[in-house]
């Protein structure tokens, strides 16, 4: 009997801080969990969005070459003499424009003699000029660029003056 005696049991004071404890532990626990799930959802919503940009993206950069081929066969359309087959073209190719614009393309505007910056268009190449104000400047655009909400996925082509 003395050895029962010798095991104290624990008292009701130390069982509650015991348990206290216990509690604490397990609302961090929860804690953290709740906040990797939260982070969870915003990692992956935001990975949602980043794949719908992206293949609009890509279908947009897919479309630019048809968009190209519209603008340069509207300039010869417009040195048709019937009417009615520049109009139907014309529609044709404004919905199409149109289309695009509604999904986030953006025309880059370049206009000659505009400054040629490096961040903002691509020289294909360079040509003598005789004016001195030309040089560094923009003297043709070869390529329209786009923009895709903020994002350029073409570059302007641009002749640069030297």
Same mark, same amino acid.
């Given at each position: 009997?003395?050895? *029962? $005696?010798?095991?104290?049991?624990?008292?009701?004071?130390?069982? #509650? =801080? +015991?348990?206290?404890? %216990?509690?604490?532990?397990?609302?961090?626990?929860?804690?953290?969990?709740?906040?990797?799930?939260?982070?969870?959802?915003?990692?992956?919503?935001?990975?949602?969005?980043?794949?719908?940009?992206?293949?609009?993206?890509?279908?947009?950069?897919?479309?630019?070459?048809?968009?190209?081929?519209?603008?340069?066969?509207?300039?010869?359309?417009?040195? *048709? $003499?019937?009417?009615?087959?520049?109009?139907?073209?014309?529609? #044709? =190719? +404004?919905?199409?424009? %149109?289309?695009?614009?509604?999904?986030?393309?953006?025309?880059?505007?370049?206009?000659?003699?505009?400054?040629?910056?490096?961040?903002?268009?691509?020289?294909?190449?360079?040509?003598?000029?005789?004016?001195?104000?030309?040089?560094?400047?923009?003297?043709?655009?070869?390529?329209?660029?786009?923009?895709?909400?903020?994002?350029?996925?073409?570059?302007? $082509?641009?002749?640069?003056?030297?």
């Amino acid at each position: 009997m003395s050895d *029962s $005696k010798s095991i104290k049991k624990p008292t009701l004071k130390v069982q #509650i =801080q +015991n348990l206290e404890i %216990s509690i604490n532990e397990e609302k961090d626990k929860f804690l953290r969990l709740f906040a990797e799930f939260e982070n969870y959802k915003k990692r992956t919503t935001k990975e949602r969005l980043d794949l719908y940009k992206t293949a609009s993206q890509e279908l947009m950069t897919a479309l630019l070459p048809v968009l190209d081929d519209l603008n340069r066969a509207s300039d010869e359309f417009d040195k *048709s $003499k019937e009417k009615g087959l520049v109009e139907g073209f014309t529609l #044709i =190719q +404004n919905k199409f424009s %149109s289309t695009l614009k509604s999904q986030g393309l953006i025309l880059i505007k370049v206009d000659k003699g505009e400054d040629f910056d490096a961040e903002l268009h691509e020289a294909i190449t360079q040509l003598p000029v005789d004016d001195k104000k030309m040089k560094g400047k923009i003297i043709d655009v070869v390529e329209s660029g786009y923009k895709l909400g903020d994002k350029i996925i073409r570059y302007p $082509k641009v002749v640069v003056g030297n």
